[in-house]
């Protein structure tokens, strides 16, 4: 975490946060989504590590300025998975993503827990996402991932922040972003009035 100085054209924080989850379970798309405000069903799936810039409006002092995230996309697919602690240091802010018609990614995320408890991040903000919450009204009901389950998942891993998201539909997209950015601003006991 970087804090830069307060002119018109620099960021006044600069957060790191990176996108965990299986391949194919939306996080390329989230990313793309608060970025550039886009959709495609076709996206290609991520190699390696994707890099992703947004700037947010705040406040602090009363002051107009703006936090910078940089959007730390990584490929969930086994063979990446030795880049971890690579990709994981210095990160202030990670998603857990899972899709929310597809079990196996939930349950798939202990693996990434793992990884975090391993190299420091349990006390690092993070938020547990169920992306591709337009497709759970339009698939067979053995095929969605039961809200008990998940609620069992998160008082496992001691999580309390979960938000289900849908980059197609852009919906709860803004919100995961300003929801992390605010508990990494508390964590860090950094100034600011409100985020625009």
């Given at each position: 975490m970087l804090k830069?100085?307060?002119t018109d054209t620099k960021p006044i924080y600069i957060f790191k946060v990176c996108i965990l989850g299986q391949e194919r379970v939306g996080k390329t798309c989230i990313a793309r989504r608060l970025c550039f405000n886009t959709f495609d069903?076709?996206?290609?799936e991520t190699l390696g590590i994707e890099f992703?810039?947004?700037d947010i409006p705040i406040i602090v002092d009363g002051d107009d300025s703006f936090v910078r995230i940089s959007i730390w996309d990584f490929g969930g697919r086994e063979q990446f998975?030795?880049?971890?602690?690579?990709?994981?240091n210095g990160a202030n802010g990670?998603?857990?993503v899972f899709n929310l018609v597809d079990l196996q990614t939930l349950l798939r995320l202990d693996w990434w827990y793992e990884k975090l408890n391993e190299y420091n991040q349990t006390n690092t903000?993070?938020?547990c996402v169920g992306a591709k919450n337009d497709l759970?009204?339009?698939?067979d009901e053995k095929f969605k991932v039961d809200e008990l389950v998940i609620k069992r998942f998160?008082?496992?891993?001691?999580e309390h922040d979960f938000y289900k998201t849908s980059s197609k539909e852009n919906f709860n997209i803004d919100v995961i972003f300003k929801e992390l950015l605010l508990n990494i601003l508390k964590k860090n006991k950094l100034d600011y009035d409100r985020l625009l």
């Open positions: 830069a100085e307060k069903v076709n996206t290609k992703y810039t947004k998975k030795k880049l971890f602690p690579y990709y994981i990670i998603f857990m903000p993070r938020m759970v009204n339009t698939v998160m008082d496992r891993h001691e």
